[in-house]
């Protein structure tokens, strides 16, 4: 097109102008006599076309429009497709730009696997170019548990690694869409040098197109020259998924904590794994004892029970048949395959092709009736490796709860509160040469962060207030006040900074417990938090009193997490306790501070209760009740136990003996937070972190919950 310019400048416009440049030399006039036909000639071709063009858009504007909103329609097409299918389809247009095929070359998206879960697919992008189809494959999983409040969030595999990210409202305006990344920037600038990952379009645009300057410019540089270059650019297409804006985040770099997490703690994998390596020690009973132990000797002799009644009917089945009966080795063979859920098929060595069918229905069939023996064996087996792998992975256990304290203390640090903080959300930074090992050394990594939406600085920002943050979390990790505004909370807590990073407190209690047991913490109490959120709703159509009906629901939602958290606690107490935890420095002196608080609070609660309490009345009596201790307390309450009498009194000693507990508590652990070499069980710290959020969230002037009497 330059070049096109120039000619027409030096060939037309000059001469025009300057009419005696053609005496300058021969050549130049002849030059220009010799172009003017041709030049005219383009010139009236080029006219037409415009006039053709035009004529054709008024004649015609549905067909034009029809043409310009094939990819709209393409997309209106995927919206009830699954997630997943709609994220294939994109990268399957993606692929199309990068291969440079024609918009309507034929082109299939192919599922041609996933793991045992179904969770993660693989799929088969195919663009038909010229005669041949071109293909490739890609990975997509989903990310987290998600909520109705929050965006949906997807691991793909398509050259890199990265995060895909669909809100939950549709994003159609491109300034709303670039404002969202920059918001997100924000909170990356504020934590910063902390890895964070944010949404970029260039995660996107660099496959399909490119600067020539871009090796020479910073990333954020080639993202500002991108997303200028975006405006009014029909490449916004390679951005929407469904015709709405996704966000991309490149993840090449980093691991995810939550697949860290889920493989020390995957059962079902190491399940099958050890019934292919050593499943044929359930027909020696001395080999089942000697590998698992004599404690699951009771199911060892049941399922070698069931396992020699299975293989008697195979040997019956091949009878019946008139067929020559199979060795040893095979049948145990085909019956250790059906164990571990695969089903036998024709080829399989040493079984007829026409016995396969029925074999595999026999075995079926015997396993089916003998579900109670093979369900105690999987168990024992479980159990057997989950003492394995906790041998294996309690390094691991304990430096990736170190460095969860440490990101927790190093946001307070920066006035950050992520709301959303779990493992699905949070990165490992670590050399990857030295994977899995560096994770066993709290010093070789760090935690970073992924998708921070919900996050929101603290700090009261030109007009004097916090910024509102998305309302919503995930229920395992969330609290009611993620489902309040900024408002509501302010009425409801002295202070709305220590509120919003109480709600990341919450949620490292819950990660620390997965991370040590491979579960949730918080499953019922989690369950509730969807109907907190209708309550708030409905109460504020009804006009009701706010902070009343949050502040109720907060306390039930708090008495269901005391007890949740109790019963885990003392289901679990032997593996937490064995976990010993080294703070990092800048996590010690948060817990410390925000202990020594708590202490405080409970003390003024102690006073409050003896205070109004009617049993025990007189000034004396209060005193007497202010000093003693909790040991003191329960003597004093076994004795009217035993003696059956005082009720009122065995109450009031009995509650007073719980808050006694918990300042002995707090006064122990803030002992052992002022030397810096002592340890800290996850036990101790997940007992003492949810005593502070409680207190912080649910405080006693509220109103007496059951309390946790001791560690148990």
């Not at 030049?39 to 858009?57: C, D, F, H, P, Q």
């Not at 998924?241 to 980093?254: E, K, V």
């Not at 404690?295 to 060892?300: D, L, M, N, S, V």
């Not at 049941?302 to 195979?314: E, P």
């Amino acid at each position: 097109m330059v070049v096109a310019i120039l000619v027409l400048v030096f060939l037309v416009i000059i001469p025009i102008i300057f009419p005696d440049i053609r005496g300058l030399h021969p050549y130049v006039g002849k030059g220009i006599d010799t172009a003017f036909p041709f030049i005219y000639a383009a010139i009236g071709l080029g006219v037409l076309y415009l006039g053709v063009k035009t004529m054709r858009s008024i004649l015609f504007p549905q067909k034009q429009q029809e043409e310009e909103d094939d990819e709209e329609e393409d997309d209106d097409a995927a919206q009830n497709l699954p997630d997943h299918e709609r994220i294939a389809r994109f990268f399957l247009r993606l692929y199309k730009a990068q291969l440079g095929a024609e918009k309507d070359a034929a082109a299939q998206v192919l599922r041609v696997d996933s793991d045992a879960k179904g969770k993660t697919i693989t799929y088969e992008l195919r663009v038909k170019m010229d005669q041949d189809w071109q293909a490739r494959r890609m990975r997509i999983s989903p990310l987290g548990e998600g909520s109705g409040s929050k965006s949906k969030c997807f691991y793909a595999i398509y050259d890199d690694h990265m995060v895909v990210k669909i809100p939950p409202k549709p994003i159609t305006d491109f300034d709303q869409y670039v404002e969202a990344i920059n918001k997100e920037i924000r909170i990356k600038e504020q934590v910063a040098p902390r890895e964070c990952i944010v949404p970029r379009v260039s995660v996107i645009l660099k496959k399909i197109y490119s600067f020539d300057d871009e090796k020479f410019i910073s990333p954020a540089q080639l993202e500002d020259k991108y997303t200028k270059w975006l405006r009014g650019s029909k490449f916004q297409r390679y951005l929407k998924i469904s015709g709405a804006f996704a966000f991309f985040m490149d993840l090449s770099r980093y691991f995810f904590l939550g697949n860290i997490v889920e493989d020390m703690h995957n059962m079902d994998e190491r399940l099958d794994k050890e019934i292919a390596g050593h499943g044929e020690v359930v027909f020696e009973l001395q080999d089942f004892v000697g590998r698992y132990g004599e404690k699951y000797q009771e199911a060892g002799e049941a399922v070698y029970s069931l396992v020699h009644g299975t293989a008697r009917k195979v040997y019956d089945a091949f009878s019946a048949k008139g067929k020559p009966p199979p060795s040893d080795f095979e049948v145990r063979r085909w019956i250790l395959t059906q164990m571990r859920g695969e089903k036998l098929k024709k080829g399989v060595s040493g079984l007829p092709d026409d016995m396969a069918a029925e074999v595999s229905r026999v075995i079926e069939e015997s396993l089916s009736q003998g579900a109670g023996p093979l369900e105690e064996y999987r168990e024992a087996l479980r159990s057997y490796l989950r003492g394995r792998s906790f041998g294996q992975n309690k390094a691991r256990m304990e430096s990736i709860s170190a460095n969860l304290t440490e990101v927790l203390a190093w946001l307070a640090e920066k006035k950050v509160s992520i709301r959303d903080l779990k493992p699905d959300n949070l990165l490992v930074a670590g050399d990857p040469k030295e994977y899995p090992g560096f994770l066993a050394d709290a010093n070789a990594f760090r935690i970073g962060l992924i998708d921070v939406e919900t996050a929101v600085i603290f700090k009261p920002g030109p007009n004097g207030k916090i910024p509102q943050p998305m309302l919503g979390g995930t229920p395992y990790f969330a609290t009611p006040s993620h489902l309040m505004e900024n408002s509501i909370l302010e009425k409801l807590y002295p202070s709305l900074p220590r509120t919003l990073h109480m709600q990341d407190w919450q949620a490292t209690v819950g990660m620390i417990y997965r991370v040590v047991t491979g579960a949730h913490l918080f499953v019922k109490t989690g369950r509730t938090l969807p109907a907190v959120g209708k309550t708030l709703h409905q109460a504020a159509a009804e006009g009701k009193d706010l902070v009343d009906v949050a502040r109720d629901v907060t306390r039930k939602f708090f008495a269901a997490a005391e007890r949740e958290f109790a019963a885990k606690m003392r289901r679990n107490g032997d593996i937490l306790k064995q976990v010993n935890i080294s703070l990092p420095e800048n996590a010690r002196a948060m817990l410390q501070s925000e202990l020594s608080e708590t202490e405080r609070d409970t003390m003024v609660a102690i006073e409050t209760f003896v205070n109004g309490q009617k049993v025990f009345s007189g000034e004396k009596n209060k005193r007497v009740l202010l000093s003693a201790s909790a040991d003191a307390l329960r003597g004093q309450r076994e004795k009217l136990e035993k003696a059956n009498a005082g009720a009122a009194a065995i109450q009031v000693l009995k509650d007073l003996e719980g808050l006694k507990a918990k300042k002995g508590r707090e006064e122990e652990i803030l002992a052992r937070l002022a030397d810096p070499s002592a340890t800290i069980t996850a036990f101790e710290l997940l007992h003492t972190m949810f005593g502070v959020v409680q207190s912080a969230l649910c405080p006693s002037d509220w109103g007496e919950l059951a309390s946790i009497s001791r560690f148990n």
